[in-house]
Nanobody, 124 residues
Framework: QVQLVESGGGLVQAGGSLRLSCAASGRTLRWYAMGWFRQAPGKEREFVTALSWNGDSTYYADSVKGRFIISKDNAKNTVYLQMNSLKSEDTAVYYC?????????????????WGQGTQVTVSS
């Protein structure tokens, strides 16, 4: 049974930083593309960032480019999302996702496992 458990969400002022963690069990993340999606109230779930399976390439939504950084620690089987210069529009539930294999995508359907989500609230 694969489980992804996010942590690190919370309330932060605009301009501040948070680091989300996603600890995996039941799947060795070094062999899979990973990513983060988010869903704000009343909006559809949207792509935030993805990391290639070997960690060599990263991909970001335009709205977070230059502010967010995705990374992976294979020894800890954990993926991270460092979020800097947070804005009120970053307020959302953030979900860690694992792809079915090495291919990443902006689309939801290549990801077969999702975490339970962690709330990030940015106050202005």
């Amino acid at each position: 049974q694969v489980q992804l458990v996010e942590s690190g969400g919370g309330l932060v002022q605009a301009g501040g930083s948070l680091r989300l963690s996603c600890a995996a069990s039941g799947r060795t993340l070094r062999w899979y593309a990973m990513g983060w999606f988010r869903q704000a109230p009343g909006k559809e779930r949207e792509f935030v960032t993805a990391l290639s399976w070997n960690g060599d390439s990263t991909y970001y939504a335009d709205s977070v480019k230059g502010r967010f950084i995705i990374s992976k620690d294979n020894a800890k089987n954990t993926v991270y999302l460092q979020m800097n210069s947070l804005k009120s529009e970053d307020t959302a539930v953030y979900y860690c996702v694992s792809a079915r294999g090495r291919t990443w995508s902006y689309s939801l359907d290549v990801y077969d496992y999702w975490g339970q989500g962690t709330q990030v609230t940015v106050s202005s």
